[in-house]
Structures are given as C-alpha cells and as structure tokens.
DNA sequence: CAAAATACGTTATATTGTAACAATTATGAA
DNA sequence: TTCATAATTGTTACAATATAACGTATTTTG
C-alpha cells in the first residue's frame, strides 16, 4: 500500500481503488453506477477527507446540470455500505477506504496541519478495545477512532 | 463511580458532577457562572448525550427569555475546555465526563438501543494506540473513540 | 414485454454550528 | 472606591451539513 505521507503518483491510487471497487462490487451485485463511480473517485482526489458539500461543486464543475445534495448523499451511503469510504464524523467529511475488501474497524490518523488522514490498522488496538468492551459486556457493533495530530511529515517542519 | 446500567439515584450523579465541576474551576481561576452550570446540570440530567439545541429548549423551558443557539454553544465549548464535558462527533452530542480532574482520552461504549454512554478508560486502548502512533511517526494530539453496539442491559433483551 | 425494484432528479426544509457586533457584568490597578 | 479593561452574555443574521418527500427514469426479473 502506498504511503501518503510520501510522494506518489495519485492517480495509481485512484484508479487502484476504482478498480477494486469495481471487482468488489460486481462480486456482490452491487450496482456501482457511473455517479457512484464519479463520487468514489471524487472522494479518492487525495488523501484528505472531503465533505459532502466541496464534492457536490465538484460534480457542479463537471456536469452542466447541477447535482443536488440528495444525490451526493445517497451516493456516499451506498460506497459506505460497501465499505469504500469511510465517515470521519470529527470532520463531517469523507475518504475513501484503503482496504476495503477486509472486514475492518476504522482507525484513523488525522494530520491537522496538511490535513492528511491515514488509516491504520492494529491487531492490536481491536484486541484491547474487544477487551474492554467485553469485560462491561458490552457488544461492539461499530467502532470509531480518529486521533489527530501531526504526522510525520509535519511533526517535524515547525508551524508557521 | 456509579455504573450507569444499573438503577441509581441521578441526582446524586447530578450533585457530584457539579460540585467537582464548582472545585476544579476554583481551582484553576475559572469561571462557572450560572448560566455555565445550568447548562453542565442540563447535559448530566441523564446518561445520554443530548445535542446542543435540545439544551437550549431546556433552557428556553426554564426561563422566560430564551436563550439563543451561541449562548449554548459558548458555554458547552468553557465546559469542553475544562474538560467538564466530552463531545460525541459521530451523534453531535455532549455528555457529561465522569473524571474529569484526570488528563485522559475520551473513550466512549454508546448504547444502540438505550442511548447511555458509558466512558471507559483503559490502559491498554490507551498505550497500543500510541504504540501504533508512534509506529508511524505520527504524534497525537487529540483522540476520540466512540463504539457503537448494545449495552449489558439491551445485549440480552431482544429487540422489539 | 410488463411489473417491480432500484436509482436518480427536484424541491423544500430540518439540523447543527458560527460570525459579528452590542450590551452587560466582573476584575483589578490606581 | 472608581475607572479602565477584560470577560461574559445577548442578539441578529447566516453558514454548513443533512434529510424528507415525492416524482421520474432506468434497470432487473419473471
């Protein structure tokens, strides 16, 4: 998987993701139609969270007729059905998901400074939380973590 | 501290929360007028996080001149800076923080059916996230966890 | 093909949160 | 105390995020 932290070429990552959404929901007969399709690769633009609203303009800016924001949501909860992207509530703003074939609790690392989040994952971190969860007996259904800071890039350069 | 599944007199959660509130704000110069602890009171009437304008129908039931949305806002953020309070992002809610004299994460089990949040705190959620963290040269800052599922009460009682 | 299900368009509105500035109240130094 | 300053609260207006409801078009399936 390719670092974002790094230079790269993006577009691989784009069209890497595109391509396993592709497969993935052709497995399960899920329809990914041409605008789902649009907005995955909207979300997948970087590897900063976007909101619902910037890719809304951003369809705005491609298509003559304008969307309206019943058809941007409805696209981002039928990729987060599927696992494609992922909410990230902090942010009322959305990234595509860097695994989503796995069956995975989302964990991410959110850079306040270049904006950057990157998902993680940890054997152990969903080990201690089933822990704790289990030892109040409470059963987890879905989780959600998101830490900000500064990532590597950034915890070095001082702020300006 | 009170388990909030099982049967308790709020009341005395209510007195607790706001005389150590009265003790830590003393404490470091700051200030909990009324109107601040009105509202810490409105967010500890239950075990539920309640959103920032039901707060501000509360406040709006109890006085004849009703308050306006900043008002609420500007107190819940006093209450966050002190850390009196914790925000829920993934329900845009508030809820009480049951230690909050300890530096520490927030991490919450947030009840599907019933709606308590209950705060745990962990050692080793806290230590493995760093450790993965730091793996990454990632330096955190803030963190949120929220686990959504069903409580011990509502795990066992079928769903209606 | 026809019927049903699914997806998308469209209008209107709900919900959550903030900017900006005015009025008031508390604090602290002279 | 008294005035100057800072902190808090009031008030208006609005920004940002999200959804309800219903109509139309497209796809799927028998």
Not at 44 to 52: D, K, T
């Amino acid at each position: 998987m390719t670092n974002p932290y790094h230079p790269h070429n993006h577009r691989h990552c784009i069209e890497d993701a595109l391509q396993e959404a592709r497969s993935l929901c052709k497995d399960k007969g899920a329809r990914l139609t041409p605008l789902r399709e649009k907005v995955l690769e909207l979300v997948w633009q970087s590897h900063s969270p976007i909101g619902a609203y910037d890719i809304l303009a951003e369809l705005g800016r491609l298509e003559e007729r304008s969307a309206q924001p019943p058809t941007v949501y409805r696209a981002l909860d039928f990729l987060m059905e599927h696992g494609l992207i992922h909410r990230l509530s902090s942010l009322n703003a959305f990234i595509g998901c860097s695994h989503p074939s796995e069956q995975h609790n989302s964990c991410f690392l959110i850079c306040e400074k270049c904006h950057v989040a990157q998902e993680i994952e940890h054997p152990s971190i969903d080990a201690s939380l089933k822990d704790c969860a289990q030892s109040q007996g409470f059963k987890i259904i879905d989780s959600s973590i998101e830490l900000t800071g500064l990532c590597p890039n950034c915890v070095g350069a001082n702020q300006e």
